[in-house]
């Protein structure tokens, strides 16, 4: 069984759940195009790089979810592996890929609404919206733009697929983190 990202879950608002992030490790690739065909070009080298793709040849298991963060106009694209939980950024190896980045994620609250189906950037969007309208009626500020998480391969049927629209909080009450 694939890996999950691991988050405490401190509240529920309004259809949301608002999450403790702690400090994680990314390995990611920009890339342009439509929303799709963008996660799909950028699988390939993150694909490589866990499977030992890199300066060390280290394998790494396969962790969910896949971050997709688009920019507004949704023509640029990062898309992220999730690396398994207490890797360390100073551990891990560089890419052999120059497109291949590999970054650390600082600990953080993020709201987020689940969903089941396909993921259109559209559907995504709108999700995104109403994050930020549930955040802002709450009273919350939001740090940067809403980012999508996919959990499940290709190949499963869409009403069967789980997905996420996400955004990061900023100065949300630390509840003892």
């Given at each position: 069984m694939?890996?999950?990202?691991?988050?405490?879950?401190v509240a529920r608002?309004d259809g949301?759940e608002i999450?403790?992030?702690?400090?994680?490790v990314?390995v990611?690739?920009k890339?342009?195009g439509e929303?799709?065909s963008?996660a799909?070009?950028?699988f390939?080298?993150l694909?490589?790089?866990?499977s030992?793709?890199n300066k060390?040849?280290s394998?790494?298991a396969m962790?969910?979810p896949?971050i997709?963060?688009?920019?507004?106009?949704?023509?640029e694209h990062?898309v992220?592996f999730?690396?398994?939980a207490?890797?360390?950024?100073?551990d891990?190896?560089?890419?052999?890929?120059?497109?291949?980045k590999?970054?650390e994620?600082?600990?953080?609250y993020a709201a987020?609404?689940?969903?089941r189906g396909?993921?259109?950037?559209?559907?995504?969007n709108?999700?995104?919206?109403?994050?930020?309208?549930?955040?802002?009626?709450?009273?919350?500020?939001?740090?940067?733009?809403?980012y999508y998480?996919?959990?499940?391969?290709?190949?499963?049927?869409?009403?069967?697929?789980?997905n996420?629209?996400?955004i990061?909080?900023?100065?949300y009450p630390?509840k003892g983190k």
């Amino acid at each position: 069984m694939t890996e999950h990202q691991p988050f405490d879950l401190v509240a529920r608002l309004d259809g949301c759940e608002i999450r403790y992030y702690p400090k994680y490790v990314l390995v990611q690739v920009k890339t342009k195009g439509e929303f799709n065909s963008a996660a799909s070009r950028a699988f390939r080298p993150l694909v490589n790089y866990i499977s030992g793709r890199n300066k060390a040849g280290s394998q790494f298991a396969m962790t969910a979810p896949v971050i997709h963060s688009p920019n507004p106009q949704a023509t640029e694209h990062l898309v992220s592996f999730v690396l398994p939980a207490g890797t360390e950024l100073k551990d891990i190896p560089l890419p052999v890929d120059a497109e291949v980045k590999c970054v650390e994620v600082a600990p953080h609250y993020a709201a987020a609404i689940k969903f089941r189906g396909l993921a259109s950037y559209e559907h995504f969007n709108s999700l995104g919206m109403k994050l930020r309208e549930i955040t802002k009626k709450a009273g919350l500020k939001t740090l940067g733009d809403p980012y999508y998480a996919r959990f499940d391969p290709p190949w499963k049927p869409g009403f069967l697929r789980h997905n996420e629209a996400l955004i990061a909080l900023e100065n949300y009450p630390s509840k003892g983190k």
